[in-house]
C-alpha cells in the first residue's frame, strides 16, 4: 500500500521532516520545554513517546513532523492520529516556547489539515468494499466520502493556542470537566448487587474489557470502537496501574459488566502537590446499568488510591455525558477543578 508523502510545512526558519527512533530524547525534551512553559494536567513523556513510535494505524514517518533549528534543536512538532474507519483525526503539537509567536503554531497547524485531508482520501481509497464496522458492510458504490474534520483538544486556560483555533475556525464542540475527590474525606460504602463480583483487573481480561468498553461507549458522543492496538495503548501505558484498577462480573456467566481502569503519575506530586489515582475509563454495560456497579468500582478505586497513599481521586468527564455521570460523580464527592474543549473544524 502506497502512502502520500506528507505535505511540507510553510516555515522556512525551521528544516522540517518526520520524527524518526533517533528523536525521542530531544522530541520528549521539546514537550517538557513547552509543559514547563504551560503548565498542562498531563503531557506525553519519553515511554509515552516510545509507544507512540510503535504505532501500526498511525506510523510516525507520514504523520509526525519536527522542526529543527540551525544548531538541530527541535522547536517544534506536530502529529496526527486517525482511525481507518473514524469520522475524525486528532492532532496534538507543541512549540518551543521561545518560538512561539513566530508562526510555527500556524504552521503546524496548516500541515496538520493538510495531512488530514490526505489521511481521508487515503483511508477512503484503502476502505472501498469493506464495510465500515458500524454498517451494513455492504456499501453503495456512489456513498459520499467523510468529510474530512480534524478535532484538537485543549485546556481551558491555554489562552493563546485556544485564540489560535478560533482564528483558524475552529469551533468548541464539546466540554470536558477534570475532577478531583479528596481521599482524606471519608470514603462511600457502596456493596454490590447479589450475583455480581469484583475482581482484580487482570491480563487474561483485557480482551473481554476491551469488547464491553467498545460496547458501553457506542452511544458516547465522539466515541470510536478501540481495536487491539488501540487498547494497548491504554492497558500498556507506562502510568497504567492494574492493582488500581478492578472489572465487574457476572456470576453466573463470567462476563465483564463494569470495569475502572486506573493510573498514576509520579510526576504529579512534583508539578501539582499532590499524589492522585487517576481513572482512564469507567464503564457498565447498558443492560446493567442502574444498579449501582459504577459506584460501586468508584468506591474501590478510592480505598485502592488511599491504601496506596494518594491524596487524591480523579478523572475527566465529558460535560454533556448521556449516562447523566457528572450527577454520580458530584454525589461520590467529586468537584471539577479543570476545564478542557475538544475543537473541531471540518476542512
Known amino acids: ?24 530524547d530531544s522530541w520528549a525534551a521539546l514537550i ?8 498542562p494536567v498531563w503531557f506525553e513523556r519519553r515511554a509515552d513517546l516510545e509507544q507512540i513510535m510503535e504505532s501500526k494505524n498511525n506510523p510516525v514517518g507520514s504523520n509526525t513532523v519536527l522542526g ?5 534543536v527541535p522547536r517544534g512538532y506536530a502529529r496526527l492520529t486517525k482511525n481507518r474507519d473514524g469520522a475524525k483525526a486528532h492532532g496534538f503539537c507543541a512549540v518551543d516556547p521561545q518560538w512561539q509567536r513566530r508562526g510555527v503554531g500556524s504552521a503546524l497547524l496548516s500541515w496538520l489539515e493538510a495531512r488530514t485531508r490526505q489521511r481521508f482520501a487515503e483511508d477512503s481509497g484503502a476502505g472501498s468494499g469493506r464495510g465500515s464496522g458500524s454498517g451494513s458492510g455492504s456499501e453503495s458504490p456512489d456513498r459520499a466520502a467523510p468529510v474530512p474534520r480534524l478535532r484538537i483538544f485543549i485546556e481551558q486556560k491555554q489562552q493563546h493556542q485556544c485564540a489560535l483555533l478560533e482564528e483558524s475556525g475552529y469551533q468548541v464542540v464539546r466540554y470536558y470537566n477534570e475532577m478531583h475527590r479528596p481521599l482524606s474525606a471519608p470514603l462511600p460504602e457502596a456493596p454490590l448487587d447479589h450475583g455480581l463480583e469484583l475482581v482484580p483487573m ?3 481480561l483485557s480482551e473481554a474489557v476491551r469488547l ?4 458501553v461507549f457506542a452511544d458516547h458522543w465522539g466515541s470510536e470502537p478501540r481495536d487491539e492496538e488501540a487498547w494497548g495503548f491504554v492497558v500498556n501505558d507506562p ?10 462480573l457476572a456470576i453466573s456467566t463470567g462476563e465483564v459488566v463494569g470495569y475502572q481502569l486506573a493510573s498514576h503519575d509520579p510526576e504529579t506530586a512534583v508539578t501539582r502537590g499532590f499524589t492522585e489515582g487517576y481513572t482512564d475509563l469507567l464503564g457498565v454495560r447498558r443492560e446493567f446499568r442502574g444498579r449501582g456497579i459504577a459506584q460501586a468500582l468508584l468506591a474501590d478505586a478510592m480505598r485502592r488510591f488511599a ?7 480523579s478523572l475527566d468527564v465529558d460535560s454533556e455525558n448521556p449516562t447523566g455521570a ?3 460523580y458530584r454525589k461520590m464527592g467529586y468537584a471539577p477543578v479543570n476545564t478542557s474543549r475538544a475543537w473541531d473544524k471540518v476542512l
Not at 1 to 21: C, K, Q, S, Y
Not at 212 to 215: E, F, L, R, S, Y
Not at 239 to 248: F, I, Q
Open 1 to 24: 500500500m502506497t502512502h502520500n508523502h506528507a505535505p511540507a510545512v510553510d516555515f522556512p526558519d525551521l528544516r522540517w521532516r518526520p520524527i524518526g527512533e533517533g528523536d525521542l
Open 32 to 39: 517538557a520545554r513547552t509543559a514547563a512553559a504551560e503548565r
Open 68 to 72: 529543527l533549528d540551525a544548531d538541530g
Open 202 to 204: 487482570e491480563s487474561g
Open 212 to 215: 464491553a468498553h467498545n460496547q
Open 239 to 248: 502510568l497504567a496501574r492494574p492493582d488500581l484498577s478492578a472489572v465487574v
Open 307 to 313: 491504601a496506596a497513599g494518594m491524596d487524591k481521586a
Open 326 to 328: 457528572m450527577a454520580l
